[in-house]
């Protein structure tokens, strides 16, 4: 399968391609990484984004490439490797996207594509606690904090009720 495109006021979501690799390993090289595991080499960071990417042919969900401008700013989707409990919706802007509403307004889009192909009733985040950022945007966006289980002990999860939607 491969992402349909999505378009918001501002942006168009769409199909990762192979340019949009270089950002995503220079995130995981910075200190950026640090609540997504890193920092880490190229290597490494190939084979979290490739598996990533796989998610469309394999579950017919994944990360979208995130476009502003003709320009790619990020990528946000829907995410599920394994020992997930349940489908995350995820992101990640570029530097130069980052506190410009770039991912709450592409996340909303994810989460209303969501529940219109899978008729989903919820997504939920997982993120470390000291990642303040993430969570101020998975509350911005009409999250709520729960009990469910995380990835990780210790994980805040954020759980997205979608039927509002």
Same mark, same amino acid.
């Given at each position: 399968?491969?992402a349909p495109t ?13 340019? !949009? ?7 995981? *090289?910075? $200190? ?34 995130? $476009?502003? !401008? ?17 489908? &995350? ?6 530097? $130069? ?7 709450? &307004? ?10 219109t192909s899978f008729?989903? $009733? ?5 993120? &470390? ?8 945007? *998975? ?15 210790g994980d805040v ?9």
């Open positions: 399968m491969i999505l378009h918001t006021a501002r942006l168009t979501l769409r199909m990762p391609v192979l340019a !949009d690799f270089g950002p995503r390993a220079e995130f995981y *090289a910075s $200190d950026r990484s640090v609540w997504e595991g890193g920092p880490i080499d190229r290597r490494a960071a190939w084979r979290i984004w490739a598996s990533e990417v796989a998610q469309w042919s394999l579950m017919g969900f994944g990360p979208f490439a995130v $476009d502003h !401008d003709g320009a790619y700013v990020g990528e946000v989707g829907v995410y599920q490797p394994e020992g997930y409990p349940e489908p &995350e919706l995820g992101w990640f802007v570029t530097p $130069d996207a980052e506190g410009r509403g770039i991912a709450a &307004e592409a996340a909303m889009a994810v989460k209303q594509w969501a529940r008729g989903w $009733d919820r997504l939920v985040n997982y993120i &470390e606690p000291g990642n303040t950022r993430s969570i101020a945007l *998975a509350l911005r966006i009409g999250g709520q904090r729960c009990d469910l289980p995380g990835t990780e002990p999860v954020i759980l997205h009720d979608l039927r509002a939607l």
